[in-house]
């Protein structure tokens, strides 16, 4: 018996409760294969893929640069003065086949009209020591002359930006690329960068019906940036950057002017269903209607009929525009070491939603509509590029740099959304070096 | 037969023996429960479907603390309201009444002869607005705050609808139970 209204609710719960009801058989026949994913592995696994990447590629790249480094300078070279080239003959030589220690010291002696190294090798071998009286012959010996002049080219490659002309000899270091930068590790600049996302409609089958009628918005990125050199190929950058993404919705007719004749009593009458997730209409201004698709609900009454009121047409696209602000943590390696520099770089970046907003455009002004509901407001993405440096002066630098980006955590927590998994941007911009 | 630890641990593995071991075993109690929020067996077997397919896919967020089984049955609760809320929009079914509320004869009501199976095909043939709290409120304890945030009306409305939820229900039940006394008494 129940006399209380609530026992109805006991009668159901305790009747319900541990109620089985055998599913069809077909429906676990129907159920995909699920890969169980672990979050802690999955960010783990992307930062190891990427260091790995980093220095497979770049290892490769400079082996390879090297090579061509060394064929270049093997290559006969003619442009020096045969008396020049027999004058400088023997101490050239000495220099070239140690050239590992002077790169590694930074250090030379000079002489009154030839360079040589102020420490040799140890292990120098006995045809460098037997080398030198035989190229000193300067009159007589055509081999040490032809031999010098090939040498003396790889040494005037590693000493050409430099002036010897002090007189006796003396030690004085030699300005590297290595003490250059020490003097200028940290660099600030801009950067923009156009880009797409390459979007996923998760397998489910109304996303995709639903993107048939959407467009991606251009990815749009601009980023201030602080690198600090670590040596003379590395460096760490970080910086503030603000991204936008968005989605175009095709065929939602939107009309202003509602509120004059309709006041609402919720925060909202209107929503529309879209690849991204539901957009709440909290502009009780505005009306919203689908006349092809089945994408608008509304809640006001069906005793009032808006169709029939004298609203402004606004659009007949609505668009949802979503701004992260960033912060990225990224590794530089510097492979190949030029007036061009082409540098590998990898890293995270953490982005905050700082912006949610559907809009419908009309003569160039934003209507706001209202906002998608259910987007993550913390986003985390492993980035991945290959830029490129050119030295514009000795403290300007202009940066070009394709960046793939995979983004580690949902774009939205609405089960049937699209996921942004992956995007594709060209950072270009201005760097200076102090 | 498999512990449950065992069985996560399998699915964890991603190993598909051990994910149908799981859907077996409590396929059949969270199918009632689609049932209760669906209104009918189509929508019904699409939210154990999406359900599991969410439990697999968290399965690690599971931080053993509280019951396996209540864990799974938010899982299949929030896929229910998800796909009601985006139904509810689309379709407008807050407009949408069951039709005639059948009469009954006032009076005291006991409840025998009502299976689970009955309780079950009454709450399915509640309008979905009514539906959806009375389930949320009775069965599974949410309080009308929550459910006001969950479905996005007011509280009074969650109020009114349970109320409304309520009054058919007792009717339902009036009705049942009067028929099958006349039906014993026969």
């Known amino acids: ?434 | 037969m498999a512990e449950v630890d065992e069985i996560i641990k399998g699915c964890l593995s991603g190993r598909r023996h051990f994910q149908e071991l799981l859907y077996r075993r409590y396929s059949p109690r969270f199918y009632a429960v689609s049932l209760q929020y669906a209104g009918n067996a189509e929508e019904a077997r699409d939210i154990l479907q999406e359900s599991f397919i969410k439990i697999f896919e968290n399965l690690e967020k599971f931080n053993h603390d509280g019951s396996f089984e209540g864990w799974m049955r938010r899982i299949v609760v929030n896929t229910a309201l998800e796909r009601y809320r985006n139904r509810y929009y689309l379709t407008r079914v807050d407009d949408i009444e069951s039709g005639e509320e059948p009469e009954a004869d006032p009076g005291t009501t006991d409840f025998a002869g009502l299976e689970a199976c009955d309780l079950l095909k009454m709450i399915m043939e509640l309008p979905p607005k009514y539906r959806m709290v009375f389930n949320l409120y009775a069965i599974e304890g949410y309080t009308h705050k929550e459910i006001a945030e969950m479905l996005r009306i007011s509280e009074g409305t969650s109020k009114s609808n349970l109320s409304r939820a309520r009054d058919i229900l007792q009717r339902k039940v009036k009705i049942f139970t009067g028929i099958s006394r006349r039906v014993i008494n026969v």
């Open chain 1, 1 to 434: 018996m129940f006399n209380r209204e609530p026992d109805i609710d006991v009668l159901f719960r305790n009747g319900l409760k541990d109620f089985e009801v055998l599913p069809p058989s077909d429906i676990w026949d129907e159920m995909p294969p699920i890969k169980v994913t672990h979050g802690r592995q999955r960010i783990f696994y992307a930062a190891v893929a990427g260091l790995a990447l980093l220095f497979s590629v770049s290892a490769a790249l400079t082996a390879l640069f090297r090579n061509n480094d060394n064929i270049a300078a093997n290559l006969p070279q003619t442009s020096f003065s045969r008396a020049r080239q027999v004058k400088t003959a023997g101490p050239t030589l000495k220099a070239e086949k140690s050239t590992a220690t002077v790169l590694k010291h930074e250090f030379r002696t000079t002489t009154e009209n030839s360079t040589v190294t102020a420490t040799a090798p140890a292990s120098a071998s006995n045809d460098q020591v037997n080398d030198t009286p035989a190229l000193n012959d300067q009159n007589n010996n055509a081999f040490a002359t032809e031999r010098n002049s090939e040498e003396r080219v790889n040494l005037a490659g590693l000493f050409t930006s430099h002036d010897f002309g002090n007189a006796g000899t003396s030690i004085i270091p030699v300005a590297t690329n290595e003490t250059k930068t020490k003097s200028n590790r940290f660099m600030i600049g801009g950067s923009v960068a156009p880009g797409m996302s390459i979007i996923s409609d998760g397998g489910h089958s109304d996303t995709k019906k639903l993107l048939t009628s959407e467009n991606s918005m251009p990815e749009l990125s601009a980023a201030l940036s602080v690198r600090y050199k670590i040596s003379s190929r590395f460096s760490i950058q970080t910086g503030l950057g603000v991204t936008s993404v968005g989605q175009i919705v095709k065929g939602i007719d939107i009309y202003s002017g509602l509120s004059h004749y309709y006041s609402s009593k919720g925060k909202f009458n209107y929503v529309v269903q879209t690849a991204s997730g539901q957009v709440i209409g909290t502009n009780t201004d505005v009306r919203i209607a689908d006349e092809s698709a089945n994408r608008v609900g509304s809640v006001i009454s069906q005793a009032i009929d808006p169709s029939k009121l004298p609203l402004s047409y606004v659009n007949d696209d609505l668009r949802q525009r979503f701004r992260y602000l960033e912060v990225p943590f990224i590794a530089r390696y510097k492979v190949i070491d030029r007036r061009v520099d082409l540098n590998l770089c990898g890293g995270f970046s953490y982005g905050y939603l700082i912006e949610n907003v559907a809009f419908a455009t009309v003569n160039s002004k934003d209507v706001k509509v209202g906002y998608t509901e259910g987007i993550n407001k913390n986003s985390v993405s492993s980035q991945m590029g290959f830029g490129m440096e050119y030295n514009l002066t000795k403290n300007v630098t202009f940066n070009f740099e394709p960046v793939v980006r995979y983004y580690i955590t949902p774009f939205s927590s609405a089960s049937n959304a699209i996921d942004r998994q992956y995007s594709f941007g060209i950072f270009s911009g201005l760097f200076y070096r102090f």
